[in-house]
């Protein structure tokens, strides 16, 4: 039965980290007409959110249950069984991830299989290709604006991919109120990152500059918003917590560590900085000032390069200053970040985005194409660009290394058993002697 008869569209979030939990939950909302909360899902692992981390989030009341992959697609198989199947699956995952659960969910066999969403949930800077590549065969890969969208339909047409999956829409946690300055209020707020920059003596580069503007402008309120607190995780590894760095430090009153939902930071920022964080777009769609430092180069390991051609390039001298860069609009309407009646300047496409007010506007693709596939008599079979005929080398690794297995109401074997079990076949028959840590992960699963 099409899930379009259904009297309500079931969907459920599995998510690998507080972020992609945050990402995953408002899409979920954003691109089905689902009038439930969609039922949420957090892998065990690394970067297992805590109950804070997830309720700072400010996305739902309702905390996730913390599962591991197997457990999870269990929990797909015996919703299926009481007559409570999914609709609609949003993996908020990292690639590797996702290609393991499509494989997880393809040997399950359902009687009719969920509609599979899964995207980026911020800036895509880095492992493009590869990264695109393992969440080939999803239904709906997101891509947050124009730009992205052209990336990615690039990827797969250049290997020969089908490119339908790929649907325009925006980042989901885009919003709040306009900017708007306050008497006698002038705040900075540095947004934190986890990995960038990577190295200790960066980040206390970084963290000495703010310090010393701080001194600089004594009437100024400058705001380090980290994301975590000491001990918990987040989607990237923190070697040198900020927290940490500033105890060798002496900073002055008006210099503060902060946390919360980040949009209430931005309810009171006047001036947002970071070198490459989503906090940047979610402060650009605001109309609050931003700048994209470049005091540590304009790398692509930094991620900044992103913002090349956004005319938010500049430098803690200049900022020392008092100068704030002046964003470029038709940049801002090509990443989808443009709040309020601006619009895409030169750009007759027609293509929905965040742009000219037409936020909400930016969904419509990616609901269309959902509430399509949900019409179907029956959905085609999960087929992704990496198999054991296009990746034998790389493809059973990252299948063992996820540990994704279910016994299946039948003895039979799985797909992911079968194709560790060809790879290592294949490597032996050639000679390549790295292959027993492989038979040992397929012993395992």
Known sequence: MPASSREAVRVAVLADSDTRWKWGALTARRITTATAEPTGYVLRGRATPTARQLAETGVSTTTPGEVTGAEFLRAVRDAEARGEGYDVIVLALV???????????????????????TGYVGVVYEKLTDGLLLRHGADVVLANSRHDAE????????????????????????????????????SLVFAAQPSVPATRAERTYVLRRLI?????????????????KPGEHTTHLEEFPFQKLVRELDPPANFRLVYGHMGEVLDRTDLLVTVSSTAALEALHRRIPTAILTDLGVREALGNHHFVGSGLLTSFDALDK????????????????AAGDHSAAGDSSGSASAAGGSYEAAFDAARDRVAALLALPALPPITPYYTAETAPGYLPGILARHRLDVTAPEPRESGLRRIVRE?????YRHGVQRVAPVIRRLGEL
């Open 151 to 186: 990336r990615f339909r690039g990827v797969y047409e250049g290997v020969g991919a089908g490119a339908d999956s790929v649907v325009e829409a925006a980042l989901p946690f885009l919003g709040g109120a306009p900017y708007a300055p306050e008497a006698g209020r002038d």
């Open 95 to 117: 690639g590797g991830t996702v290609r393991a659960v499509l494989q997880g969910l393809a040997d399950l066999a359902l009687e009719r299989r969920p509609v599979i969403v």
């Open 423 to 427: 790879a290592a076949r294949g490597a």
């Open 322 to 337: 008092g100068l704030a860069p002046t964003p470029d609009e038709h940049w801002l309407a090509r990443q989808g970040v």
């Open 212 to 228: 010393d503007h701080a001194r600089l402008h004594p009437g100024r309120e400058v705001l380090l918003k980290l994301r975590s």
